[in-house]
Nanobody, 120 residues
């Protein structure tokens, strides 16, 4: 059974840094496109960053470009989001998402989310 488990969230002051992790199991992580989303209070879930299966290419929302870095370690079945220069508007629940091709069909899996709070 596919499972994604996020960790690393917490409370941080403005300007601080956090690293989120997403541990995957139950599917072929190394051939999956991976993404980070976030959901701000009262808002729809939004895409933060994505990374290709081999980690060679990534994309970012304009709001986080230059501050966040997505990466992955296929040997550990884990994806990361390094966040720096955090702002209060980055406060949200962060979710990891896997898009994987199995038996010719695409499947999507979500983690349970991890809370990031940026506050003085």
């Amino acid at each position: 059974q596919a499972q994604l488990v996020e960790s690393g969230g917490g409370l941080v002051q403005p300007g601080g840094s956090l690293r989120l992790s997403c541990a995957a199991s139950g599917f072929t992580f190394s051939s999956s496109i991976m993404r980070w989303y976030r959901q701000l209070p009262g808002k729809e879930r939004e895409l933060v960053a994505s990374i290709t299966s081999d980690g060679d290419s990534s994309n970012y929302a304009d709001s986080v470009k230059g501050r966040f870095t997505i990466s992955r370690d296929n040997s550990k079945n884990t994806m990361y989001l390094q966040m720096s220069g955090l702002k209060s508007e980055d406060t949200a629940v962060y979710y990891c998402y896997a898009q994987t091709l199995t038996g010719g069909l695409w499947y999507g899996y979500w983690g349970q989310g991890t809370q990031v709070t940026v506050s003085a």
